[in-house]
């Protein structure tokens, strides 16, 4: 009789949770996560093409649908019916479980980012959300690492080697100029202790400082949305370093060298094809989406925007429903822009040597961001000793970060200068030494028909 009660309890206890708002809330969250991941690789494809096609002067796609919009559509059939070729020499397993293993821990990262104020999933109540989030991209590395070991090709190999050496370098810095905003959630928790944050989603709540004012329009444009009080504002040289490290850790041009094809064919992917090789293409914009994600929440103020908090505040079901479409439409912007500056970037640069990428993360901005990390305890312990409130903080703080902005600007230009030219001697020395030759030939023809 206990048995069957047991049953019974488990039973209603089951149901209840299946037809529960949490799981429907779980239910529509996994599939706007998981469809965001699929459709930002074919989206960002396109993107890709024609944000390159204009600034090369070009069309890009053009006949596959209306404005070429249906050719991502094209790519994705062909590489599904494609067949999936791998060399009988190398290790099997290893070969076809690389892609798996690359791919799993960027839909995974996706746990610990909210779409909206109702689109999370369980994975946001995590108290270390930066944490995972980093866990999650330094997995990434083992998958390109398998994939070149597998294929038993020297270009793979070499690709593999690569990555995971860049990979490696650069989250270092990525991790430390995450710190600097987990350093200015403590200052602004004054009142808890001085506890920080490294959730997310509190990160993204510290940026709005807006309290209610009982007036319908300031509350519905600025309840949740103070675009003063981003962080952007205060630390924009992490975001610079932030962001120059999320490209290294995505092989984005100019960081594309373990996959160069003009030195290694195709890196680590060589012996890659059809739905396997979808899997590494899906996973590199995938990552490309998660890095500009973890930038919006940390610097531009997560999803928030116009009418979000005061129509998701108003209780109602269809307000609420609009709030949330309004925020998600507002998280894909930022996202998606900030992925603009990702192909813009390809299209502007050009690749870097491997020393000059090594010597980049380990020389330049390992030591930038510890610097800055000092300089911001520094600044606080001396408003603080001064007994100076928070926002003076904040704004000297602003201020040396623009001027550290600009200054890494001009030194960034000044070596790039004096790289190029350094490069470029050899070349100029051996067309100058051939253009003095004929000179020299004149000039000794010229005295020869003088002395007859």
Same mark, same amino acid.
């Given at each position: 009789?206990?048995?069957?009660?047991?049953?019974n309890?488990?039973?209603?206890?089951? %149901?209840? @949770?299946?037809f529960?708002?949490?799981?429907?809330?779980?239910?529509?969250?996994?599939?706007?996560? *998981?469809g965001?991941?699929?459709?930002?690789?074919?989206?960002l494809?396109y993107? !890709?093409r024609k944000?390159?096609?204009?600034?090369?002067?070009?069309?890009?796609?053009?006949?596959?649908?209306?404005?070429g919009?249906?050719?991502?559509v094209? !790519?994705?059939?062909? %590489?599904?019916?494609?067949? !999936?070729?791998?060399?009988?020499?190398?290790?099997?397993?290893?070969?076809?479980?690389?892609p798996?293993?690359?791919?799993?821990? =960027? #839909? +995974?990262? *996706?746990?610990?980012?909210?779409?909206?104020?109702?689109?999370?999933?369980? +994975?946001?109540?995590?108290?270390?959300?930066?944490?995972?989030?980093?866990?999650?991209?330094?997995?990434?590395?083992?998958?390109?690492?398998?994939?070149?070991?597998?294929?038993?090709?020297?270009?793979?190999?070499? +690709?593999?080697?690569?990555?995971?050496?860049?990979? =490696?370098?650069?989250e270092?810095?990525l991790?430390l100029a995450?710190?600097?905003?987990?350093?200015?959630?403590?200052?602004?928790?004054? +009142?808890?202790? $001085?506890?920080?944050t490294?959730?997310?989603?509190? =990160?993204m709540?510290?940026q709005?400082?807006?309290?209610?004012?009982?007036?319908?329009? %300031?509350?519905?444009?600025? @309840?949740?949305?103070?675009?003063w009080?981003?962080?952007?504002?205060?630390?924009?040289?992490? %975001?610079l370093?932030?962001?120059?490290? @999320?490209?290294? &850790?995505t092989?984005?041009?100019?960081f594309?060298?373990?996959?160069? &094809?003009?030195?290694?064919?195709? $890196?680590?992917?060589?012996?890659?094809?059809g739905?396997?090789?979808?899997?590494?293409?899906?996973?590199?914009?995938?990552?490309?989406?998660i890095?500009s994600?973890i930038?919006?929440?940390?610097?531009? $103020?997560?999803?928030?925007?116009? @009418?979000?908090s005061?129509?998701?505040?108003? $209780?109602?079901?269809?307000w609420?429903? #609009?709030?949330?479409v309004?925020a998600? =439409?507002?998280?894909v912007?930022?996202?998606?822009?900030?992925?603009?500056? *990702?192909?813009w970037?390809?299209?502007?640069?050009?690749?870097?040597?491997?020393d000059q990428?090594m010597?980049?993360?380990w020389?330049?901005?390992i030591?930038?961001?510890?610097?800055?990390?000092?300089?911001?305890?520094?600044?606080?312990?001396?408003?603080n000793?001064?007994?100076?409130?928070?926002?003076?903080?904040?704004?000297?703080?602003?201020?040396?970060?623009?001027?550290?902005v600009?200054?890494?600007i001009?030194?960034?230009?000044?070596?790039?200068?004096?790289?190029?030219?350094?490069?470029?001697?050899?070349?100029?020395h051996?067309q100058?030494?051939?253009?003095?030759?004929?000179?020299?030939?004149?000039?000794?023809?010229?005295?020869g !028909?003088?002395?007859k």
């Amino acid at each position: 009789m206990c048995m069957t009660v047991f049953a019974n309890n488990v039973g209603t206890q089951l %149901l209840q @949770g299946v037809f529960s708002w949490q799981f429907l809330q779980f239910v529509v969250t996994f599939v706007v996560a *998981f469809g965001f991941v699929l459709t930002s690789a074919t989206f960002l494809s396109y993107v !890709d093409r024609k944000v390159l096609a204009l600034v090369q002067d070009r069309l890009g796609p053009y006949h596959t649908g209306p404005q070429g919009l249906l050719q991502p559509v094209a !790519d994705v059939v062909k %590489l599904l019916l494609k067949e !999936d070729i791998h060399s009988s020499s190398g290790d099997k397993w290893v070969f076809l479980l690389a892609p798996a293993v690359f791919l799993a821990p =960027i #839909i +995974g990262a *996706f746990a610990v980012l909210p779409f909206s104020p109702y689109i999370e999933l369980p +994975g946001i109540a995590l108290a270390t959300g930066i944490v995972y989030y980093v866990a999650m991209s330094s997995i990434d590395v083992i998958g390109v690492i398998m994939a070149g070991w597998g294929s038993n090709n020297k270009y793979s190999l070499i +690709g593999g080697l690569r990555s995971a050496a860049q990979m =490696i370098s650069y989250e270092l810095p990525l991790v430390l100029a995450l710190v600097s905003i987990v350093m200015l959630t403590s200052v602004l928790a004054g +009142g808890n202790s $001085g506890i920080g944050t490294v959730s997310i989603k509190e =990160i993204m709540q510290f940026q709005d400082v807006w309290h209610n004012t009982n007036n319908p329009i %300031l509350d519905f444009l600025f @309840g949740g949305f103070t675009p003063w009080a981003w962080f952007l504002l205060v630390q924009p040289l992490m %975001l610079l370093v932030y962001f120059i490290c @999320g490209v290294a &850790e995505t092989n984005r041009p100019p960081f594309d060298l373990p996959e160069a &094809e003009s030195e290694l064919v195709a $890196g680590y992917l060589t012996e890659y094809s059809g739905a396997r090789w979808a899997m590494f293409f899906l996973g590199e914009y995938g990552n490309m989406t998660i890095v500009s994600a973890i930038a919006t929440y940390l610097f531009l $103020g997560g999803w928030s925007g116009p @009418g979000v908090s005061y129509l998701t505040g108003l $209780g109602t079901p269809v307000w609420g429903l #609009i709030g949330n479409v309004l925020a998600l =439409i507002y998280f894909v912007t930022k996202v998606y822009f900030v992925c603009f500056i *990702f192909v813009w970037v390809r299209a502007t640069l050009p690749r870097l040597r491997a020393d000059q990428l090594m010597q980049f993360a380990w020389l330049i901005l390992i030591p930038l961001t510890l610097g800055n990390i000092l300089l911001t305890g520094l600044i606080y312990l001396l408003a603080n000793s001064l007994g100076l409130p928070n926002w003076v903080f904040l704004i000297v703080l602003a201020l040396v970060n623009w001027a550290g902005v600009a200054g890494f600007i001009w030194w960034v230009r000044r070596a790039t200068t004096s790289a190029t030219l350094r490069a470029q001697a050899p070349a100029i020395h051996a067309q100058r030494r051939e253009s003095a030759v004929p000179a020299l030939q004149l000039s000794r023809s010229i005295e020869g !028909d003088g002395s007859k």
